[in-house]
């Protein structure tokens, strides 16, 4: 089954600097990869996704880049600010149809003014 | 409703007694999921179903962990004879038709074995 792989499992990083989240994943067949933030207390809610058929996807502040033969992704959030400060999931599955999600384990972001 | 809802958001009970858990997914969502947070971990996939089947229940972690979804909507989990490594939050999620992929969670019921 699927396995993914999330570094670091915590990022301190001043405001306005950049911060950058990696995940690795094992199955081949997964083709999509969705990021959820996490606040402290809250539900997990997505922030943004990407699938397979592109390398990168950008909103705002936040990008997402995909390496398929490497099975690396990425999220990078730029000029961050304090209310980024959260927990950050990866996850990988297959979109459409049965759409298991396996997630990474979390990475702890907190962002000092 | 207007998003996933779960009950009791919190749950104390003695080691060995049997607790159920309920998922009122988003009306409409054929798709829903169970995931376990334990304390600063990540986000542990238990079930998924489809409609009332459940097509994948690799991540249950014992025969003491069971999960039905009726009518399509509403899903009860069920945990027997609780141990306290069973402390946690328990997410609940939905996801709509289509090829969107994204999961709306619930707030989460959180379970504590003493």
């Known amino acids: 089954g699927e396995n993914v792989e999330q570094h670091p499992s915590t990022l301190s990083v001043q405001e306005g600097d950049s911060a950058v989240i990696k995940c690795t994943y094992s199955d081949s067949a997964s083709n999509y990869f969705p990021w959820y933030k996490q606040e402290l207390g809250k539900r997990p809610q997505l922030i943004i996704d990407?699938?397979?058929?592109?390398g990168e996807k950008k909103d705002q502040r936040i990008a997402v880049t995909l390496n398929k033969t490497a099975k690396h992704f990425s999220l990078h959030i730029t000029e961050t600010q304090p209310e980024d400060s959260a927990v950050y999931f990866c996850a990988a599955g297959t979109s459409g149809g049965y759409n298991k999600l396996i997630f990474g384990a979390g990475t702890r972001l907190a962002v000092h003014p | 409703g207007a998003g996933v809802s779960q009950s009791p958001s919190n749950k104390v009970t003695e080691k060995g007694k049997d607790v159920e858990l309920r998922c009122d997914p988003i009306?409409?969502?054929?798709?829903l999921y169970w995931y376990r947070q334990s304390l600063g971990q990540g986000l542990e996939f238990l079930i998924y179903f489809q409609g009332n089947s459940a097509p994948d229940k690799s991540g249950l972690p014992s025969d003491r962990f069971s999960a039905e979804r009726t009518g399509g909507s509403v899903s009860t989990l069920t945990i027997q004879r609780t141990q306290q490594e069973d402390s946690a939050v328990y997410l609940c999620?939905?996801?709509?038709?289509?090829?969107?992929?994204?999961?709306?969670f619930g707030e989460g019921s959180r379970l504590t074995v003493l």
């Open positions: 990407i699938r397979s058929n592109v």
């Open positions: 009306s409409g969502h054929t798709a």
């Open positions: 999620a939905s996801r709509g038709q289509g090829d969107t992929g994204e999961l709306f």
